[in-house]
């Protein structure tokens, strides 16, 4: 017959994988509860700060396009006033990208 030493030592025995689960459960919840509680601000503010910079990256770039525009009309403009009628050098015309090119 065993002893009630034995037997509560087989019993911890027995449930030792079980009680390394749950406290590596216990543990993980912690450590996430932890990360979570002190990082997301940050994540939130770093969020937030990288769609207004997207929004304002948009903006600057549409700026751009609209003054390539300007810029190819001044461009244009000028060519076309130095243009000794349209004879020996052709239509010139805007690619859209802030460059021009000659038709012949």
């Known amino acids: 017959m065993m002893s009630n030493n034995n037997m509560k030592k087989l019993k911890q025995e027995k449930n030792s994988p079980l009680a390394v689960s749950l406290y590596v459960l216990s543990m993980r919840k912690q450590i996430e509860e932890e990360f ?3 990082y997301s601000k940050r994540i939130n ?3 937030g700060a990288n769609n207004e910079l997207a929004h304002d ?3 600057c770039e549409e700026q751009c396009t609209k003054l390539a525009r300007i ?3 001044i461009v244009l403009t000028e060519l076309c006033l130095r243009d000794d009628g349209g004879g020996s050098r052709g239509k010139i015309y805007s690619d859209g990208r802030g460059g021009v090119y000659q038709q012949q």
Do not use: I, P, Q
Request: hydrophobic share 35%; no cysteine; aromatic share 8%.
């Open 45 to 47: 503010y770093l969020v």
């Open 71 to 73: 810029a190819d009309n």
């Open 36 to 38: 979570e509680s002190k």
């Open 57 to 59: 990256l948009k903006t």
